[in-house]
C-alpha cells in the first residue's frame, strides 16, 4: 500500500519560497498511470489543486499558480517537491500531496498524505 508523506518548514516569510517535499514509499513514482499532486486547503476554505508530475514526469499546473510554482521529482530518493515563489499570507493553507491514477482523480484517490500546516507570516 502507497503511503505519502509531506514534509518542510511550518513558517515561511512572506515573499521568499515555499518548498515542501513528499516521500513516497510502497510504490514508486514512475509507475504507469500515476499522477502526483500537491492540494492545498487555505483556512475556512475549499481544496485547491496546485498541480501535479506524472509518472513520465510531466508537470501539469494550475493557471491562477503557474507564474508561482514548480514541481519537481528525484527519482532515485522516490520523492516529488513544490516549489511555490513570491508567498504572501493568502497561501498560509495545510498542504497534502496525492497520488491517482489520472490527472483529474486527486479528488476521489484514497491515496492522500496526512498534510501539512504552512503559514506565511514575517
Known amino acids: 500500500q502507497v503511503q505519502l508523506q509531506e514534509s518542510g518548514p511550518g513558517l515561511v516569510k512572506p515573499s521568499q519560497t515555499l518548498s515542501l517535499t513528499c516521500t513516497v514509499s510502497g510504490g514508486s513514482i514512475t509507475t504507469y498511470p500515476y499522477y502526483w499532486s500537491w492540494i492545498r486547503q487555505p483556512p475556512g476554505k475549499g481544496l485547491e489543486w496546485m498541480g501535479s508530475?506524472?509518472?513520465?514526469?510531466?508537470?501539469y499546473y494550475s493557471p491562477s499558480l503557474k507564474s508561482r510554482t514548480s514541481i519537481s521529482r528525484d527519482t532515485v530518493k522516490n520523492h516529488f517537491t513544490l516549489q511555490l515563489g513570491a508567498v504572501s499570507p493568502e497561501d498560509t493553507a495545510v498542504y497534502y500531496c496525492a497520488r491517482a491514477d489520472s490527472l483529474t482523480g486527486w479528488r476521489t484517490s484514497g491515496s492522500w498524505g496526512q498534510g501539512t500546516q504552512v503559514t506565511v507570516s514575517s
Open positions: 508530475i506524472a509518472y513520465s514526469g510531466s508537470t
